[in-house]
């Protein structure tokens, strides 16, 4: 996965980790080169591993196997505390009888910043996080939002050379959390620490990272940017976790140089982009539903019947049944909406070649 | 915490209000009944004059607290001189319990903790075995712990056939013996409220602690104790109180060099040979004491709360 990644340019350099607990794999084999600078966003469903990552980077749990290298020193037998590496908590784990103050200040103290320094950077990282005005409340007296960004400016206040940010925005409600969202990346931008940033909501990650790994059971299922893991998804996992898209179950005739040719259900050929890895056989192909355009049943290369419709406010979301009952999901602009066919009468369906993608399964 | 708690109670009083006075009833007729009534029968008596065989005259008399303070020779003609004996016999009770406390404390504290982290059903059995000595009444046990420490008693036995020493150490009647004997009543007192404090700490504290540099005893002093300390000053009150007002301990455990006001206070109103007035006025002075020591305590967590 790192090989892309010139050696210098990394930050962590995630070696093979692996980590159990008892029988059960939470991390398996886990090899990640995350950059110096960037955002970089773990993603994935419940359970998947992110949190108990995250925390083998900060050295709340000893790695099972493998190394993690920060800055080209190992630091897997490193404590936490011997880490120049700070975590954001999910449940923002603020010192509740210290105020805003004292919790900023706390780890600027324990690395021996004298009392009026760390005053004078407790100062700039609330300023940072527009929170001046707020320094002498306990957190018990400030709203989820703001303690969110106490928690923020604690980690940043001893600059450390990497941030863990453990689904930060996750107690917050959707407005406060596009706000935050835009903030963070200000932030990040500003003092160019390498942000890991562990989430399970995709707008989140797609909106904010600059690559993304994809996480499933433990193992990464795909690293890159917004767009490579949305527009290139290498396996069925990831086309379905990001976004909507139409999976569906065709005979792979032939593959080579990332074009595959492939036929349908209803024993059309097409010729499709096709993921690292795809083989000739039964295979998957994925196809977003904005990609699929609605045009009368004439001029369709699939007939159906359109089965639902959901309205989205700026777009509109059709279900069509084809005939050999696969549906197929359609997502159009509401301009469009009034040449939407009615439910239960007949539609043509249309998409590019280069909509399809070939996964490996 | 406590704020908001105060608060919620504040804006819901107008409607439990009514019925919570109601359902108080029960209890504040077992508080007046047993606690003030007996109390203000002290008060009223440490102002009596005695009877010479127990009991009291009712005649208002000062004597008993000038007998707690002043010296007046052997028939009472003389000036007044400060007296030491009884302000003496108070101090070294202060602090005989305040080392008994803090003993609970250094034992009680990693007992809490190592309970506390115990899982589920492991930690009821750990409780349940800390509370078990208290199914057997005090007298009994502090009377096996006097068998236990004797000179030639089970310990002393063991530690010679272990080679450890070579003549009995003498334990019986020394602070020592007084200070195990109160450490082994009062020592559950200190782990209960410890913790349950300690149950709801918060452990992720404990690794923003780490992740923000601290070494283990900066997280210890820094953050864990300023969160368990509610239940710290609970456990060292319900040690410290009684262990002043002790006598059992003292009396089997401890020789006259031990003598603590619990004694004291008992031999007043044992037998023939008390002085009943005398034992009300030593009460009211401890009482007073310790009414003064916990309106400090509560002024002080009052004050840090606002
Ligand atoms: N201390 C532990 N002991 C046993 N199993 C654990 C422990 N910590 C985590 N796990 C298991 O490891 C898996 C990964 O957990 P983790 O907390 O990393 O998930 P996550 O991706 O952060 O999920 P979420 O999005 O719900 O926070 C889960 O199946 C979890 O049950
Ligand atoms: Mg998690």
């Known amino acids: ?361 | 915490m406590a704020g908001a708690i105060t608060n919620n109670s504040k804006s819901n009083s107008g409607i439990y209000a009514g019925s919570a006075h109601v359902l108080m009833l029960p209890s504040w007729l077992i508080i007046g009944f047993f606690l003030l009534i007996p109390v203000l029968l002290m008060l009223v008596y440490s102002f009596l004059t005695k009877e010479f065989r127990g009991g009291v005259i009712w005649e208002f008399s000062l004597d008993a607290y000038d007998q707690f303070f002043f010296y007046r020779g052997l028939f009472g003609d003389e000036p007044p001189v400060f007296e030491w004996t009884y302000v003496g016999i108070f101090w070294r009770s202060i602090w005989q319990a305040g080392a008994a406390t803090i003993f609970c404390l250094i034992i009680g504290f990693p007992t809490a903790w190592f309970i506390a982290m115990r899982r589920g059903a492991n930690k009821s059995v750990w409780l349940f075995l800390i509370t078990i000595p208290y199914w057997v009444n005090l007298l009994i046990r502090t009377i096996s712990m006097k068998f236990l420490i004797r000179d030639n008693g089970p310990l002393n036995e063991w530690l010679l056939w272990m080679g450890a020493i070579n003549e009995p150490i003498h334990m019986i009647n020394t602070n020592f013996a007084v200070q195990l004997g109160l450490f082994y009543s009062y020592l559950p007192f200190m782990v209960l409220p410890i913790y349950a404090s300690v149950e709801r700490y918060n452990f992720a504290l404990s690794e923003a602690a780490a992740d923000l540099y601290a070494s283990h005893w900066e997280t210890l002093r820094l953050i864990i104790l300023p969160a368990v300390k509610p239940g710290i000053i609970a456990g060292c009150i319900l040690v410290f109180v009684p262990s002043l007002g002790a006598f059992l301990a003292p009396d089997l455990l401890g020789g006259a060099k031990t003598f603590m006001i619990g004694s004291l206070i008992e031999e007043q109103f044992k037998g023939n040979a008390g002085n009943w007035p005398f034992g009300a006025a030593a009460s009211m002075i401890l009482l007073s004491m310790v009414l003064a020591m916990l309106t400090y305590y509560a002024r002080q967590q009052s004050k840090e709360v606002s």
């Open chain 1, 1 to 361: 996965m790192a090989t892309d990644v010139q050696v210098k340019d990394i930050a962590i350099d995630i070696r093979s980790v692996s980590k159990l607990f008892g029988d059960f794999v939470a991390l398996d084999k886990v090899s990640l080169g995350i950059r110096d600078n960037e955002f970089f966003t773990l993603l994935g469903p419940s359970g998947c591993g992110k949190t108990t990552l995250l925390r083998t980077i900060a050295g709340f749990e000893d790695v099972s196997a493998g190394e993690i290298v920060l800055y080209g020193k190992d630091i897997a037998s490193l404590p936490p505390n011997k880490r120049p590496v700070n975590t954001v908590f999910q449940q923002y784990a603020l010192f509740p009888h210290m105020d805003v103050m004292q919790n900023v200040k706390f780890g600027l103290l324990r690395q021996g910043v004298d009392e009026v320094e760390a005053t004078k950077r407790v100062s700039e990282v609330l300023e940072l996080v527009q929170l001046n005005q707020f320094a002498n409340r306990l957190p018990s007296q400030m709203s989820g939002g703001q303690q969110q960004r106490v928690a923020l400016a604690r980690a940043l206040a001893p600059k450390p050379k990497v941030l863990l940010l453990d689904e930060p925005l996750s107690a917050l409600d959707l407005k406060l959390r596009q706000a935050v969202r835009l903030e963070l990346q200000q932030i990040q931008n500003e003092t160019g620490i390498t942000f890991v940033f562990v989430t399970h909501d995709q707008e989140e990650a797609l909106t904010m990272s600059d690559r993304i790994a994809v996480i499933n059971d433990g193992q990464v299922q795909q690293v890159g940017t917004a767009e490579e893991i949305y527009e290139a998804p290498k396996n069925k996992f990831v086309a379905d976790f990001i976004g909507e898209t139409n999976l569906i179950d065709v005979k792979v005739k032939s593959v080579s140089g990332g074009k595959a040719s492939c036929i349908l259900p209803g024993g059309a050929a097409i010729n499709c982009s096709a993921a690292d890895g795809a083989k000739a056989g039964d295979g998957h192909l994925s196809i977003r539903p904005e990609r699929v355009a609605l045009v009368s049943p004439t001029k369709g290369t699939f007939v159906g019947t359109v089965t639902r419709q959901i309205y989205l406010g700026t777009d509109m979301h059709v279900d069509v049944q084809l005939d050999d009952s696969e549906t197929v999901k359609v997502r159009v602009q509401n301009s469009k909406v009034a040449k939407i066919p009615e439910i239960g009468t007949k539609a043509g369906l249309n998409f590019d070649s280069d909509a399809a993608r070939l996964l490996v399964d």
